[in-house]
Each structure stands twice: as structure tokens, then as C-alpha cells.
């Protein structure tokens, strides 16, 4: 069977439309409850669902509610969450099943299913497929008896409970005394806690992107538009910007001087300070295919490696469990460090971070500035229908742009796992040659798109 719902982060769509329909939601909800709920015994099954800012939230987790407790699960409503506040809860409630609904980065109109199992994580294909089977009836969802439906209820202190673990992953006898913060939360998830925990934590706080309408996530804010960020900065002359994104799982840093700091600077100055104190397990790094070459030597030259994986956090996670690392993440702002969480935190990603600025007494202009990172230009490509990537023009113009990029950089095209675009990334020593090349074959694929 071949994989219609879930992609490269769950299930992903318009509201209202696809699979985002209450409908199909809430056939989700059954087939994953049926999968995680026991068999035998007197346990009873257990949900978490969080969900961000979306105005299709409200229709939804009640979709989802109805699912789970149509088979005899109980439900826990945490309300907006961060989406690794969903992972640490499943967890600690010791449910089976969390539940986040969010569309990430993407804007309002979007929405989306991440489901984590018992232990927190992400699941695997195997696991998403076998409730694809299900979905699709191609195996049987046994509906409970009257007397055995599930009970719904809202968890009241889970903000509280998630701002505590935040604060227990910063360095003891360090404060943010003295440090101006910027504090952009997207509109999203996070725009009721995110301030919080940095500001218990002694910073002089300005929060944006915290007055949530249903529609503005991510709108001109967050993550992936920093620029709001980056002037706030300057305007109030603060240390530094913190962006989240619409489900606060990325991070991107703005310096005092306005300067982004992507995820692969992160990574890299995390990397570093962890290597020094002996806290780093692996000998290096996992990241992904997008990653800078630049990230790549200096990690080597600090005698450490960075392993690729296929895009996606939770392929980044996979291949962390398997070989034994504690740090990774993804140039667009994931980051992942297993010691403290089980998919990326955006919050706990930049408490590490402003670790490193006291304990070394410079600006994040300077710390950050740890290796060069070489010509990188991405292009995303718009299609309807199927990719166009069989084209013989298109094949033709990829065959050209590897011949001519050589051993000099790189070259990556791909599908993307939660949108119709086809993203054409390249790098290399020389930037012109590496703008050509992009341009070259994005135009092929806009061409055989029609």
C-alpha cells in the first residue's frame, strides 16, 4: 500500500479540505487509538492532544476527542502547546498516544497531525502505514461498548508543568540577568509560555508575536520571517532574538547587530561548547542533507562529524537513537538534543545557546561566528498534478548542474514532504556559478510544470 496520508511530519493539508476534514481526523483518531490502545488488562488507554493557534484547531480536536473516545480512549487536552511540550507530556502522563495539531511553519490556512507514541518520539513509516491500513479499512477498528467509551479532560497546569522542564535544562547558577531578549513566538503555540521562561529566568523580556487571532501564525512572523525580529532588535538594543515557529519546534537567532543566526550556526555552537565539557556523545552531529558544507568542516576540523540524514526531524532523531548521539537538527532551525528532549525545542535550543554567551562573556555576534558557510541558494518550485521531476529536460538539466558544480559543492533536488513544491538547493565555492545552477534547473522544472 502506498502511503496517502502521513508525509515527512505527519499528515499535513488545507483545512477543511483532504485529509484535514473532521471526517478523515477523526477516522485518524480511531485507527491510531486502535493501534496504541491495550489489548487486555484494566489500564486505560490514554491521549494527549495539544494543538497551536489555528482557527481550524477548533474544529479538529474535537474530531480527534470523538475518535479516541469512540474506542475506549481517555483524552487529555492541554490546549496551545508547543509541540515538544506534547512529546515531554505523553511521557510524563504515561499515555500511549500524544497528538499535536499544527501546521508548523506553514500559514493559517494549513493544518496538520504529529503524533508521538508512548516514549515520546515521533513514529516510525512501519507504524504511520499501519494506520494508513486502517484509515482505508483495510483491517477492522472495533468500536467500544457503551459502558467502556472514553472520558475527555483538560490538564489545566500543563503550561506549568512544561515551563519548569524548560527552566530545569539551563545550567544551575546561571541567570539571564543583564541580557535584553527579543522574544518572537509567531503567533503560535508558544505565545503564552515562551516569554515566561525566559523572563523567570531573570531576562528583560520584549515578546512580539503573541496576540493570536486564529489566522496571523507565522504571518510576517517567527522562524521563517525574522525580519520583525531582527528590527525589534535593533530598535531596542537587545542582546538577542529568539523566533520560534508557529508549533515552537525551530529556532532562529538574530545577533545584536541584526544578524540571522540559522540553525546550522546553532548546531554548530552548541556542538562546541558541549565537546569542551565532555557532554557531547557520538563524536559529532546528525543533520540533513540541507546542511551547510561550511557546518561540515569545521565540525572536521574539530576531529567531530556531522551525519547526514534524509529532510525531516525525525529522521535526524532515527539516526541519533541508532548510533548513539545527543545532538542534531536541521539548517531551518530544528534542533534536537535527546539529554533534554525528544523532537526539537525551540525554547530549550536557545536557553543553551545564551549558556554559552555568559559563561564566555561575548556577544552572540562573536561566539556564533565559528565557521564561514559557503554560497547556499534555494528554490522552491510550485506544481500541481505530478512532480515534474521525469521530464527528460529536467533529468538533463540536473545532470548538467552536477557535471558543472563538480567536486566543488553540491547539489540537491527534492520533493517536499508537506507542500507541492519541488525544492532545488546548491552549493558551492563559487556563488555565481551556484546561482546559475539553481536557476537553470528551476527553470526546467517551472517549464515541464507548464
Not at 532588535?233 to 523566533?243: C, D, R
Not at 558541549?274 to 557532554?279: I, K, S, V
Not at 513544491?421 to 534547473?441: F, H, P, S, Y
Request: hydrophobic residues 40%.
Amino acid at each position: 500500500m502506498k502511503r496517502q496520508l502521513f508525509g515527512t511530519d505527519g499528515v499535513r493539508g488545507t483545512a477543511n479540505a483532504g485529509p484535514m476534514t473532521a471526517e478523515t481526523v477523526l477516522k485518524i483518531a480511531m485507527a491510531a487509538g486502535h493501534y496504541f490502545a491495550p489489548t487486555s488488562g484494566t489500564h486505560r488507554a490514554l491521549a494527549v492532544i495539544g494543538k497551536d493557534t489555528r482557527l481550524s484547531g477548533y474544529m479538529l480536536e474535537p474530531a480527534m476527542v470523538a475518535g479516541f473516545t469512540s474506542i475506549g480512549m481517555d483524552v487529555v487536552q492541554v490546549g496551545p502547546m508547543p509541540t515538544p511540550a506534547v512529546a515531554m507530556l505523553t511521557r510524563s502522563l504515561r499515555a500511549d498516544l500524544g497528538v499535536m495539531l499544527s501546521a508548523s511553519h506553514n500559514p493559517y490556512q494549513d493544518n496538520g497531525i504529529k503524533l508521538f507514541g508512548p516514549d515520546g518520539y515521533k513514529l516510525s513509516d512501519q507504524i504511520e502505514m499501519e494506520i494508513e491500513t486502517l484509515v482505508a479499512g483495510e483491517k477492522a477498528v472495533t468500536l467500544s461498548a457503551a459502558d467502556k467509551l472514553g472520558r475527555a479532560r483538560r490538564l489545566d497546569d500543563a503550561r506549568g508543568r512544561y515551563i519548569e522542564i524548560a527552566k530545569s535544562t539551563f545550567p544551575k547558577g546561571l541567570r539571564l540577568e543583564g541580557l535584553k531578549l527579543v522574544v518572537d513566538c509567531a503567533n503560535g503555540a508558544a505565545y503564552n509560555l515562551a516569554p515566561k521562561v525566559f523572563y523567570e529566568l531573570g531576562a528583560e523580556v520584549i515578546p512580539i508575536g503573541v496576540d493570536p487571532d486564529g489566522f496571523n501564525i507565522n504571518r510576517d512572523c517567527g522562524a521563517t520571517a525574522p525580519e520583525t525580529m531582527r528590527q525589534a532588535v535593533v530598535v531596542h538594543g537587545a542582546n538577542v532574538g529568539i523566533a520560534l515557529d508557529g508549533d515552537a519546534d525551530r529556532l532562529i537567532m538574530v545577533d545584536e547587530t541584526g544578524t540571522v543566526v540559522d540553525g546550522d550556526r546553532i548546531m554548530g555552537l552548541i556542538a562546541t561548547s558541549w565537546a569542551e565539557e565532555g557532554r557531547l556523545r557520538g563524536g559529532g552531529i546528525v543533520s540533513t542533507v540541507m546542511s551547510n558544507l561550511g557546518l561540515q568542516r569545521y565540525l572536521e576540523g574539530l576531529g567531530l562529524a556531522l551525519v547526514r540524514t534524509s529532510v525531516g526531524d525525525r529522521y535526524v532523531v532515527e539516526r541519533m537513537r541508532e548510533e548513539g548521539y545527543n545532538l542534531g537538527g536541521e539548517q531551518s532551525g530544528h534542533i534536537i538534543m535527546s539529554d533534554h528532549a525528544t523532537t526539537g525545542d525551540g525554547i530549550i535550543a536557545a536557553l543553551q545557546v545564551l549558556a554559552v554567551l555568559l559563561r564566555e562573556g561575548r556577544p552572540l555576534s562573536e561566539v556564533s561566528r565559528i565557521f564561514e558557510p559557503l554560497p547556499q541558494l534555494l528554490r522552491n518550485v510550485r506544481f500541481a498534478g505530478a512532480p515534474p521531476l521525469e521530464a527528460r529536460s529536467v533529468i538533463d538539466a540536473i545532470k548538467a548542474g552536477e557535471t558543472r558544480l563538480a567536486a566543488s559543492g553540491r547539489l540537491l533536488i527534492r520533493k517536499s514532504g508537506t507542500e507541492p513544491l519541488i525544492r532545488v538547493m546548491a552549493e558551492g565555492e563559487d556563488e555565481a556559478l551556484v546561482a546559475e545552477v539553481v536557476n537553470d534547473i528551476a527553470g526546467e522544472i517551472e517549464r515541464a510544470a507548464g
